[in-house]
């Protein structure tokens, strides 16, 4: 099994056509237009870039297609992704339960269809959720698809009790 890396801003693009297959996959396009890949480009290059990122992803190159070297006259060739798991550190009020008020918030956890059943979305959540422990965040959120699910009740995500509500305005 491929091993988990943390992700660059040269991933971008990648972590993008993996958010289309995730979108895809959930059926969430909501009427979105054109223009969101973009968007998102812009969002993970700057959001990965420098000494203090304020997005943290993991991902699996694929086997057969790694990124390559600089090559004369061509440059570097980013490595095609297999999976992904992305994520953010929020900074909430201090409570009794979490005295920091620092919670990981996972999402964007897709992997390529061509790749799917070989571990791949388990070596980016395990990074993932080592890299949040690393940082002493205890309190981990995340919304499961029916099909992650599985994954994400063995590595110990439980339902929550507290009701979510969204206002779209």
């Known amino acids: 099994m491929n091993e988990a890396r943390r992700a660059t801003a040269a991933d971008a693009?990648?972590?993008?056509?993996?958010?289309?297959?995730?979108m895809t996959d959930l059926a969430r396009h909501e009427g979105a237009?054109?223009?969101?890949q973009e968007a998102a480009d812009a969002?993970?290059?700057?959001?990965?870039?420098?000494?203090?990122?304020?997005?943290?992803?993991?991902?699996?190159?694929?086997?057969d297609r790694p990124g390559q070297p600089d090559r004369p006259g061509q440059g570097?060739?980013?490595?095609?992704?297999?999976?992904?798991?992305?994520?953010t550190v929020e900074r909430r009020l201090p409570g009794p339960v979490n005295p920091s008020g620092e919670?990981?918030?996972?999402?964007?956890?897709?992997t390529d269809p061509a790749h799917r059943r070989r571990g791949y979305s388990r070596s980016c959540m395990t990074a993932l959720?080592?890299?949040?422990?690393?940082?002493?965040i205890r309190t981990i959120d995340l919304l499961a698809s029916?099909?992650?699910?599985?994954?994400?009740?063995?590595?110990?995500?439980?339902?929550?009790?507290?009701?979510?509500?969204?206002?779209r305005a």
């Open 13 to 22: 693009a990648e972590l993008v056509r993996l958010r289309g297959v995730l």
């Open 33 to 36: 237009g054109d223009g969101w």
């Open 43 to 63: 969002t993970f290059r700057e959001r990965l870039a420098g000494p203090h990122p304020t997005l943290i992803a993991f991902v699996v190159d694929q086997p």
């Open 76 to 87: 570097n060739r980013p490595s095609l992704l297999a999976a992904c798991a992305v994520g």
């Open 103 to 110: 919670i990981g918030y996972v999402f964007n956890v897709a």
């Open 129 to 136: 959720l080592a890299w949040y422990r690393d940082r002493g």
């Open 146 to 167: 029916p099909e992650g699910e599985p994954l994400y009740r063995s590595l110990g995500f439980v339902r929550s009790p507290d009701p979510a509500m969204r206002l």
